[in-house]
């Protein structure tokens, strides 16, 4: 007697051909970005375990007069060791920094499968190797600086090369939404790295930066055999980016007076089609000559590219400095252990998960995607400046406090990496060309960069005078980022206002052609 079908097996069955796809090469590269944030993680976790508090573990066994520092690794036994961990950091995101403005041309002249796949092989090797420090007992700086350096350059082939990757795939009408749930990938790479790193960070911290570098690579393979670049390179309908029916006002807000559903249902969350685009796909297709990549130049010459690329800048420095900073603030403020300490770092990840999908749900609703970045940036600067004096009073509030932060934090950093990136490398001033997706996406999270090798940096050197110059650091930063958007959200007010004027503007027409058909 033969088993029925699987219903896995037959809901694949039911979904259209392009929804099948497209859940494909959203689940691929949501896994692809969750293990690369997965092997960025681990030196937040290890840096307590570098340079512990030696007294608490009582005598030194070796009789050593420096009592303090016996059970440090060095060279980070010293008392510059904040500056040692923060150049170690500083390395990896000033190569990641400069390394992604190159990345973005690369990506839009280079097949994106090979050049993911092999980006994420070599940020394995560059994983493990920092960590197979510990086995083969090195204690020079050189070494782990060059191994962050090499691994700063090769993590960049990731996020151009996702993005384009779900641009391809999806059109502009539900892509907040969409991408604020795919963005979660960040924080959950980052809670998974905390928790693989923690399992091993008291007792050979080498294998929490090995595993996850295996991690990298094995996903590296797997996306090397199943991703899907394009649409039509498997019979599948392109996405819509703009619709001809939509009026857009200079400030950017689309003002439809059709229904909202109308014009997004054709590309739903999984899909742009009913029957129309399986006769689309089965329909013989003519060879089109395939458009030039856009320059540097032009790229930056696209409406909001600078804006929200200086705005990226300082959010991203004060995203950054939690990511690489928390787990020791956390150790040194509340006196956990370090795996504790780790484990509630996590919660941070947490509240930037729901952060990022509120953003895309809310920006998607409004259509004002820099003014939602800059209402929820206004709101973090006096939480983070809460969170330093009263977060850590008890557990209970600070678990609250790290969720709502994290949330307001990541929630714009999340919006502009995904949304706001798709939407630019896909403006209507292209004309169609989608040959300028990783290059925004480069400009943005590449500019976004330099705020993330700046905000540890700055970490490491302001520390050594109080955790409160940090977090007053940090608010400044926020404040920066939300003024740098003032521009494109006046545009933003001003498209809602003339929706509003020419709508209330219609229905008085209507009227009076009832009245005067009466």
Known sequence: MRAALAPGVRLLR?????????????????????????????????????????????????????????????????????????????????????GMFISGIFGERLPLRYYLSGGMVLSGLFTALFGLGYFWD?????????????NGLVQTTGWPSVVACVGNWFGKGKRGLIMGIWNSHTSVGNILGSLIAGVWVSSAWGLSFIVPGIIIAAVGIICFFFLVEYPEDVGCSPPLHHMASDEEDAGGVTCNEKDPEAVTSNEGPLSISGQSSVNRSNSPKEPVEEPEAISFLGALRIPGVVEFSLCLLFAKLVSYTF??????????????????????????????????????????????????????????????FLYNHVGQNGIGTSIAMLIVCGALVNGPYALITTAVSADLGTHESL??????????????????????????????????TGWNNVFYMLIAADVLACLLLARVVVKEVRGWCGCIARKRGSSVQLTESVLDGK
Not at 324 to 332: E, K, Q, R
């Open 323 to 384: 990511l690489y900073w928390l787990p020791l603030y956390i150790v040194n403020v509340a006196h956990f252990s370090a795996k504790e300490a780790g484990d509630l770092s996590t919660l941070f990840d947490v509240g930037g998960i729901l952060g990022g999908i509120f953003a895309g749900l809310i920006s998607d609703y409004t259509g004002g995607r820099a003014t939602t970045c800059c209402v929820m940036l206004v709101v973090a600067a006096p939480m983070l």
């Open 138 to 150: 090195i204690h020079v700086l050189w070494y782990f600086i060059i191994v962050q350096v090499c």
């Open 431 to 464: 004309k169609g060309n989608a040959k300028a997706l990783s290059t925004v996406t480069a400009i943005i999270d590449g500019t976004g960069s330099i705020g993330a090798a700046l905000g540890p940096l700055l970490a490491g050197l302001i520390s050594p």
């Open 14 to 98: 039911a979904l259209p051909r392009d929804s099948r796809y497209r859940g494909l090469t959203l689940v691929l590269t949501f896994l692809c970005y969750t293990s690369y944030h997965l092997s960025r993680k681990p030196i937040s976790i290890v840096k307590s375990q570098l340079h512990p508090n030696c007294s608490a573990l009582g005598p030194n066994p070796h009789n050593d007069s420096n009592s303090s520092t016996w059970c440090s690794w060095a060279p980070f036994d010293g008392d510059n060791y904040k500056e040692l961990f923060g150049a170690l950091d500083n390395a990896f995101l000033v190569a990641y920094a400069i």
